[in-house]
């Protein structure tokens, strides 16, 4: 039943034109990604691999059944693959390979282009990969110079390194044996980070969900490093 449901993910894949009957690789593109939630799927595992329940738990309305299927379509056209973590975990993970990856900088420029409509409502649901990506695609290059930091984040049992270079914000998934960061930053919820890096209050005037540890004047170097960009006027 698997190969079938391959078998078939593939030869729609590969059916350039299905939608739109159209040359254009942008039109490609939304063929292969445009389904709904391919692209959040995506965005869930340009960390890392994934497990299929982790994919669950960040995107708690999509059902297993249509998280199977747009995998099996990913994976098809070449965007997904699925591997096996080496013991003792010896579990199946998805992840992208190396032509998915390329998808990175589509999905930071469109956080950045979605952020400037005025219906953004950074009261929905957020998960810890959106929170490192939102930081990713926000830091103000010039404003970062030439500061070079490590910083840990722990958000909700997820762990992930960020290093401050070279004007870039570079992240990674990290274990218990991560280099002493400079800085680290843990909380239970990616909201929770928000009014402090976005709306710029302080820890307490945020309700003190937001845990900093280190220096407090390199923290607030770089938190001030991150900003919105301006709403969209017509």
Known sequence: ????????????????????????GGSLALELIGERWSLLIVREMLLGPRRFNELRAALPTLSAKVLTERLVSLEASGIVRRTKLAPPASVQVYGLTEWGHGLEPVLLELVRWGLRSPGHDPALAFTPVSLMLSLRALIDRARAGDLSLLA??????????????????????AGDAMTAPELRFCADSASDFLPIFYGKRTVEEAGGKLAIEGDPALAAQFIDLFALPPKFRS
Do not use: N, T
Request: hydrophobic share 40%.
């Open 1 to 24: 039943m698997e190969k079938e449901a391959c078998a078939s993910g593939s030869q729609a894949a590969a059916r350039h034109g299905r939608w739109y009957e159209d040359a254009c």
């Open 152 to 173: 840990a984040f722990e958000i909700g049992g997820q762990k992930f390194a960020a290093r401050v270079q070279d004007g870039e914000l570079i992240v990674h998934p």
